[in-house]
């Protein structure tokens, strides 16, 4: 079993480079494919990016593509997420996952985070 944290949003500057990280307990990730995940009041979540367990990018969201990094630290059990340059105003809240899948447009995880919200404002 698995227990995701997500940590580090919070308010940034339009243009800004926000990055949210998520600490895994209960057992190594090192080898689990992660993902990040984003929702916006009112709308549906979204899958943003899967990271594999040896570190390559296995999807990529086309809003973000270009402009993101996800590092992963397996010493830290620790799977991140940072956005380059987002302009879009607004609030959103991430969400990791481990081994995530969309199936019928439905987001799905063997194990998902809380959520850590992200405000963009000028």
């Known amino acids: 079993q698995v227990h995701l944290v997500e940590s580090g949003g919070g308010l940034v500057q339009a243009g800004g480079s926000p990055r949210v990280s998520c600490v895994a307990s209960?057992?190594?990730?090192?080898?689990?494919?992660m993902g990040w995940f984003r929702q916006a009041p009112g709308k549906a979540r979204e899958l943003v990016a899967v990271?594999?367990?040896?570190?390559?990018?296995?999807y990529t969201a086309q809003s973000v593509k270009g402009r993101f990094t996800t590092p992963r630290d397996n010493a830290k059990n620790t799977v991140s997420l940072q956005v380059n340059s987002l302009e879009a105003k607004g609030r959103s809240v991430y969400y990791c996952?481990?081994?995530?899948?969309?199936?019928?447009?439905?987001?799905?995880?063997?194990?998902w985070g809380q959520g850590d919200q992200v405000t963009v404002s000028s």
């Open positions: 990271i594999s367990g040896g570190g390559a990018t296995t």
């Open positions: 996952a481990a081994e995530p899948m969309v199936i019928e447009r439905r987001p799905r995880a063997d194990y």
């Open positions: 209960g057992r190594t990730i090192s080898r689990s494919s």
